[in-house]
């Protein structure tokens, strides 16, 4: 009997927190010949175990080698289900971001959330990767003219190069060229107002609804 679309969401999330990285190629399979929309299926199916696999991270019943090969049964689902999202044929350019985990720090799990959550959602992506020197933040930014700047951390001695990042581009006198999001797990609103950053965001799920904010997008 064909499993509902609930049911297949489930299995895609499980294999994710599982590591079942050739299972969740059939699950996926199943789901878009079932005709399910591939965008729920990556958000309600791989990000949803993602999310689940980073909790256990945090509550340290998962290992960064757990997470990594959590990570790997994600992106085997993605490979299937992205071709299948609907083409962006608006003419309109997409909003251009910038991502990176600051300099000092390696932490590059919930970067990568967020970057596969706002590809997703239709933004175009330069992912500058971790340990992220702060001037290449402001260089990529302007080559590629991208409209927001987006930067992580884990950990608190390194919160600081947030604030050079903001620092650098009111040197240049380009800040308000820019929105900048800032996240991870020693973040905070008060931190993110404190520096002048134009938005925090808790998980990945709210960086796509603050970036969508940010650039007026319903």
Not at 128 to 155: H, Q, W, Y
Not at 171 to 198: H, L, N, T, W
């Amino acid at each position: 009997m064909a499993r509902s679309k609930e049911e297949l969401l489930e299995a895609l999330s499980e294999c994710v927190v599982e590591m079942e990285d050739e299972e969740v190629v059939d699950v996926a399979n199943e789901y878009l010949e079932a005709g399910y929309p591939a965008f729920d299926g990556i958000m309600d199916g791989l990000v949803d175990g993602m999310n689940k696999a980073s909790d256990l991270y945090d509550a340290e019943e998962y290992f960064v080698t757990d997470v990594l090969l959590c990570s790997d049964a994600m992106y085997a689902g993605l490979d299937v289900l992205r071709p299948h999202l609907p083409a962006d044929d608006t003419g309109v350019e997409k909003p251009k971001v910038v991502i990176g985990v600051v300099e000092g720090d390696t932490h590059d799990i919930g970067k990568n959330l967020v970057k596969i959550m706002l590809d997703t959602a239709g933004f175009e992506m330069y992912d500058l990767g971790r340990d992220v020197p702060l001037d290449n933040f402001v260089d990529k930014a302007v080559e590629v003219g991208a409209s927001i700047i987006c930067m992580s951390t884990l950990m608190i001695t390194t919160m600081i190069g947030m604030k050079t990042v903001i620092d650098k581009l009111k040197e240049r006198g380009i800040r308000d060229q820019f929105k900048i999001m800032v996240g991870g797990s020693p973040i905070s609103q008060k931190y993110a107002d404190e520096i002048g950053a134009d938005g925090y965001s808790v998980n990945a799920v709210e960086a796509v609804k603050l970036a969508k904010r940010l650039m007026g997008i319903a």
